[in-house]
């Protein structure tokens, strides 16, 4: 498997958001690799966009999505749950995809359809927010499949707040897997 480049998450969200299917999800913790295969994710495209963290500007928590392409956004939810993001786009731009749900492929325990179980399942918690994904231990890499399906388009999930950003089709999943997590 290659390691993905920072070239690809310094491009267009969307772009990114949907190369991001099928390529895989690395986290070697406690000395266990564990891998997932992404299959469904949610672009967030900057500041403009009112579902975006981004969208309340520069802060503490959003910081990392201002920073450099290529690097993992990691959050809590409900005070409970971490959700992980890729950061895209050139620096300032503050953009990132949602993984939402990966199908397991080595050392997988628990549910993974939904972006809380995914980074519980994975073992991704705030201490890697930040996190470079060039580096060693927690990266994204290419399995070097053929990329042979199709790809599902709906609205993102959770973000009814939005206004006119809620209905966007924003949220991109490998159609027919079972790993895909129910809105």
Known sequence: MQKLPRTFYDRDTIVVARELLGKHLVHVADGVERSGRIVEVEAYLGPHDLAAHSARGLTRRTKIMFGPPGHAYVY??????????????????????????????????????????????????????????????????DPGEPAGFAIVKRPRIGVDYAGPWARKLLRFYLKGNPFVSKP
């Open 76 to 141: 809590l939810i409900y005070g409970m749950y971490h959700c992980m993001n890729v950061v895209t786009q050139p620096e300032g731009v503050a953009s990132a995809v949602l993984l939402r749900a990966v199908e397991p492929v080595q050392n997988v325990e628990g549910r993974t359809q939904g972006p809380g179980l995914l980074c519980q399942a994975l073992h991704i918690d705030r201490r890697l927010n930040g996190h470079d994904l060039l580096s060693d231990g927690f990266y994204i890499a």
